[in-house]
Structures are given as C-alpha cells and as structure tokens.
C-alpha cells in the first residue's frame, strides 16, 4: 500500500520552477522519501532521495519538512523533457535488506511551452 | 557497463499459451525486482530477489506467474495458461543498494 497522497496532475510552464508536493503523513524513523519520474513509454528514472535534510543534485532539490510528514520536489527550470508522472515513495534505507518499492499514482507534471 | 536489458521487447501471444520473460540485471547488483504496469495504470510490484531467494513473492497475481533467478544474475518469469488480463508491460529492475535502475520492459499483448 503506497504511504504517500500526490495530487494527480499539474502544469508548469517551460523555465519555470515546478514543485511538487507529497504528503507521508505516516512516515517511520527509518523510511526515506524517494522521488522517480516516469516519461511515457519508459521505465522509472529514478531522481532524489532524503532522510530529514534537504538534498540537492544535478536533477532536482528535495525539501522535506522539519516533521517529515512531508516534502516537494523542485525542478529548478523546467523543460518540455520533464514532462512525466512523477512518483513519491516512502522506503526503509537498503541496507536493513532490499525492500521493494510501492508505487502509488503519482503526479502527472505537464510542462508547457 | 550496459543497463537493465529485457527480451523480449515485444511478446504477442494467444491465450492459454505460456510466455517467459527475460531480465538481464546490471552487473554486480544484488537485488531484482519484477513489476507490471497495465495500460494507463499504475506499477504494481510483483516479486523481488535478494541474490537467487525471492523474500517477497506477496504480488505475485496468481499461481500462473513465477519466477527464477539463477547465478544471481538473470531472471526469468514465467506467465502458464496466459489470459487476456497478462496484457501489461512488465518491467524488470535492479539494484546494488538504494537506487532501482529499470528496464525498457516487455510488452505482453495476450489475445
């Protein structure tokens, strides 16, 4: 069962910033929030993912709030090529054993020239 | 080195037919997941291997899928007595530690 309410769609205009929420009301101590997108026809690219402190890397920011209950990915400049859905998912660390990712329905980010 | 590979690309077959699904893993990683997406729908995790165990079988639809890794390399997951609700694409991932790196997928069209 996904842990993590997105909003269904959103549309952003080309160059501008995209942010995208994600709410994990129920998150535990030891889950990590991780960010894929998927760009259609294509498998799952996998972008971000934190603990409790803001990371930052070629592709995107991810901001989770001081309480963890949740967090927004940012695109800094959105481009036509980041059109995609974008998925939110809550996941223990790897190392306590693989644990499979559980995809909800993510966000469907339009971007629009 | 090279990504995940899936073969085949593409699967046509009748109803009531078997089908096997090839996943190649990268190099080195541990860890393989097999999930299903059907048309417009979302992923829905099926089955994922630690080395050659499967820990978590729990999304298996029913007794007509299963699945192998051997080596702790490739896998294969089988599909007996294909039905018309197979039709998905079913994409195959792996991974070392955190990240999932997936495949293209096979695209399983059950008439």
Redesign the interface.
Known sequence: DAKTTQPPSMDCAEGRAANLPCNHSTISGNEYVYWYRQIHSQGPQYIIHGLKNNETNEMASLIITEDRKSSTLILPHATLRDTAVYYCIVRPDIIQGAQKLVFGQGTRLTINP | GAG?SQSPSNKVTEKGKDVELRCDPISGH??L?W?RQSLGQ??E?LI?F?GNSA??KS?LPSDRFSAERTGGSVSTLTIQRTQQEDSAVY?C?S?R?????????TRLTVL
């Open positions: 995940v541990t860890a997941y999930y979302g992923l995790f994922y630690q820990p978590d999304g994409l991932a991974s530690r955190t990240e999932l790196f997936f495949g293209p997928g």
